[in-house]
């Protein structure tokens, strides 16, 4: 609304960054939780959380993580061609996906930091 009403406003900067943080923020908390559903072996509401995610906040960062998220939940469900279609979309959007090299599961440990 700031942005909107008063783009030359000296707040116009912090604001934008604010609301852009934020909408990562909420993407990231969709995808933890698809992630939390994929570590539960509730891969359908996995592939719900990473569609959510994808859907409401198509810019984020978080989408690469929840499309891998699709990719794998749907090739443990058996369905083939919806796997071969997220995969086909991640390719395109993410082609040097950190994903395909280490999944989901390895986590960096806190200590080591690059």
């Known amino acids: 609304m700031l942005v909107n009403k008063y783009p030359e406003s ?6 934008t960054a604010r609301m852009k943080y934020l ?3 909420l993407a990231s908390h969709e995808v933890h ?7 539960r072996e509730a891969y359908v509401a996995a592939v ?6 994808i859907k409401t906040y198509p810019d984020a960062p978080a989408n690469e993580e929840a ?4 990719v794998k939940a749907y090739d443990l469900l058996g369905m083939n061609d919806l796997r071969d279609d997220a995969e ?9 996906s950190e994903y395909y090299v280490r999944g989901l599961n390895q986590v960096t440990p806190w200590w080591k930091l690059w």
Do not use: C, G, S
């Open 10 to 15: 000296k707040y116009t900067p912090d604001a």
């Open 23 to 25: 909408v990562n923020a």
């Open 33 to 39: 939780v698809a992630r939390f559903y994929m570590k």
């Open 48 to 53: 719900n959380r990473a569609q959510t995610a």
């Open 67 to 70: 499309l891998f998220i699709m």
């Open 88 to 96: 086909r979309v991640m390719r395109k959007n993410f082609p040097k």
